[in-house]
């Protein structure tokens, strides 16, 4: 029986592709440290619990499940800590996926689905932003998905490791269907803090700056539902088993929503009213970010089915309400 390895599908994204992964019907192992990723979002299929900066580790879960092709969510992904410890991000986002990259070609697996940003790109030049937009990223977290992108080119030529790179845009939204959805500790995503202050779980939102060059002062970004995103997975994993070319594309709803425009939606939806503050610009935050998904839709046919903001705050709403049950039980 063959495989698709999983690394971080425990975590937020990593589950919602395993969940789009099994609807087609193919076998999946999750691989996961449990650091970031819950073992709660794993039901009924085979999961390996080891971490990337274990090579041996690695090795025993391919020696286990004959492994055909990896998906790679697994990694760090908090600019600012990235930013106080950019060690931290280099050991863990380069150097362990260097490790996988490594016992891949050990065990001749040659198709790898690789998480991305659009951090990678550093401050628009231009919106919304296409693939042909120069990578200049601005932050450590954004440089170790750069240099994995780069590393990726690499592999391809010497090794013939086929990848596909998908630079996601702003993740948000939750399964329709399955107990997962965003669970961070600490959580620094908008729409789960503004729900959040929706419930009463906390007091209000800060709003990080209202003096940006967008209509209402706030910054503008491209919320991408998770499950569109799982879809684009596994039309990328399908493109690469047909036709055998790398290629990288943005995931992004090429619409954008500016902060003060979220809270409103999210006051509208869960019927709450909730306290806005305003507080200092957090650092590194572009005005605006929207993708130019066009390339995605193009080569990969992917359009997004769940990302219009309704669906993405209802879903993250509904979740939330199942997690504070989760943690209180
Ligand atoms: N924001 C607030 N208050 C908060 C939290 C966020 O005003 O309490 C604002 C941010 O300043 C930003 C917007 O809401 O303008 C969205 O912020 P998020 O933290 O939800 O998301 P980011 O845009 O910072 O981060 C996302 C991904 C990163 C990726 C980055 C690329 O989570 O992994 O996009 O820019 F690197």
Request: glycine content about 6%.
């Amino acid at each position: 029986m063959k495989y698709i390895l999983v690394c971080g599908g425990a975590g937020y994204i990593g589950s919602h592709c395993v969940e789009e992964l099994l609807k087609k019907k193919y076998n999946v192992v999750v691989f996961d440290n449990l650091v970031y990723g819950h073992r709660e979002f794993v039901e009924d299929i085979p999961f390996f619990e080891g971490d990337l900066n274990d090579i041996d580790s690695i090795r025993n879960c391919f020696k286990k499940y004959n492994i055909e092709s990896v998906m790679h969510f697994s990694a760090f992904a908090y600019v600012g800590e990235s930013v106080i410890d950019p060690q931290k991000y280099y050991f863990n986002n380069v150097v362990n996926t260097l490790n996988l990259l490594k016992v891949m070609n050990e065990f001749n697996v040659k198709e790898f689905i690789f998480s991305s940003t659009c951090a990678t790109y550093g401050n628009p030049q231009f919106i919304p932003m296409n693939e042909k937009h120069g990578q200049n990223p601005v932050n450590p977290y954004g440089k170790t998905k750069f240099f994995v992108e780069n590393i990726l080119k690499d592999y391809e030529k010497s090794y013939g490791i086929k990848h596909i790179i998908f630079r996601y845009f702003n993740a948000a939204g939750a399964s329709l269907t399955k107990n997962i959805g965003e669970w961070h500790n600490p959580e620094t995503h908008l729409i789960p803090l503004v729900l959040d202050a929706a419930s009463g779980k906390r007091k209000n939102i800060t709003i990080f700056g209202d003096d940006y060059n967008t209509a209402d002062g706030t910054c503008i970004r491209d919320y991408i539902h998770v499950i569109d995103i799982a879809h684009a997975h596994i039309l990328g994993l399908e493109y690469l088993k047909k036709t055998g070319d790398s290629d990288f594309f943005n995931i992004g709803s090429e619409k954008g929503f500016s902060v003060q425009e979220i809270i409103s939606k999210c006051e509208e939806i869960t019927g709450n009213k909730i306290e806005r503050i305003i507080g200092q610009r957090r650092e590194g935050d572009p005005d605006i970010l929207i993708a130019d998904s066009s390339k995605i839709k193009k080569v990969l046919k992917w359009k997004p089915r769940f990302s219009d903001i309704h669906t993405v705050i209802e879903s993250a709403w509904k979740w939330q309400s199942k997690l504070n049950l989760l943690i209180k039980n």
